[in-house]
Structure formats: C-alpha cells, structure tokens
C-alpha cells in the first residue's frame, strides 16, 4: 500500500519550490520551463494555489507569482492536502468511509494499519518545509 501523489500536488510542490528561490515575482513561463510542467496544466495549479492562499500573484511587467506565506511555514502536507485533499491511503478512512469498504466493513482488521499510515505519511510531508528544499539547503 502506498500514497498516491496527484501529478497537481505534485507539480504544484515544484512550481512552489521555484517561487520560493526566487528573489522576486516568478513568471508562469520560467517556472514552466525550469521545471517542465505544461503551461496549460501550470496555470490550473498556480490558479489552485493562488486560490488556497498559499501564492499571490501579480500583473504587469515586473508581476509574477510569489509565496503568501514565509517558504519555512510552508509544509508538504499543506500543499498537497490543499491540491488534492486529505492524504488518504484507503477510501475507507474518510468520513463517510465505511460505505467505501469492500471487504471489511465496520469490522474491518486493516484499519488500524490504513489509519497508522495516513498517519506516518501525514507526519513525512509536514516535516518537510519549503524553505528546506531550497537549494541553498542542498548546497547548490
């Protein structure tokens, strides 16, 4: 069993790492290109991230896209949960979860383990910070 990162979430975590480098407003076109993500697709991204708050933009020559929030407050979990929701590695985890289960039902003997491993996988992406994916981290 493994979590599924959404192609969204994930390259909204790269378009997020590359605003943070920056030493000002980034534009959607150098963002597409350094990090290879289709502009039509990066424009759907940056709309949802400018939308949860997490970037801002600006128009105009000198405008682009910037982070809302400090690069060292912003977590991996954080854009993840607000690109493709709750990190969820069974269905049956969810609210309305036990409809989704297949098998087990409300008695179901892997839920504990599903649960513990949202958990684990809750606990990785909230350790991780943009600011420490920054390649001044990473000594380059």
């Not at 000198?62 to 954080?78: E, H, K, N, R």
């Amino acid at each position: 069993m493994h979590m599924n990162i959404s192609s969204k979430a994930e390259y909204g975590i790269r378009a997020m790492v590359e605003i943070a480098a920056s030493d000002g407003p980034l534009k959607r076109s150098a963002i597409a290109r350094r990090q290879g993500i289709p502009i039509p697709f990066l424009t759907q991204v940056l709309r949802a991230l400018v939308n949860t708050g997490l970037v801002s933009s600006s128009r105009g020559p000198y405008g682009g896209y910037l982070l809302a929030q400090p690069a060292d407050s912003i977590t991996l979990l954080d854009i993840v949960t607000r690109l493709q929701g709750p990190v969820m590695p069974k269905g049956c985890l969810e609210t309305s979860g036990l409809d989704a289960c297949l098998i087990g039902g409300a008695d179901c003997l892997l839920r504990d383990v599903w649960s513990a491993l949202k958990s684990a996988n809750e606990q990785v992406l909230r350790g991780v910070t943009l600011d420490d994916l920054s390649p001044v981290h990473k000594g380059g």
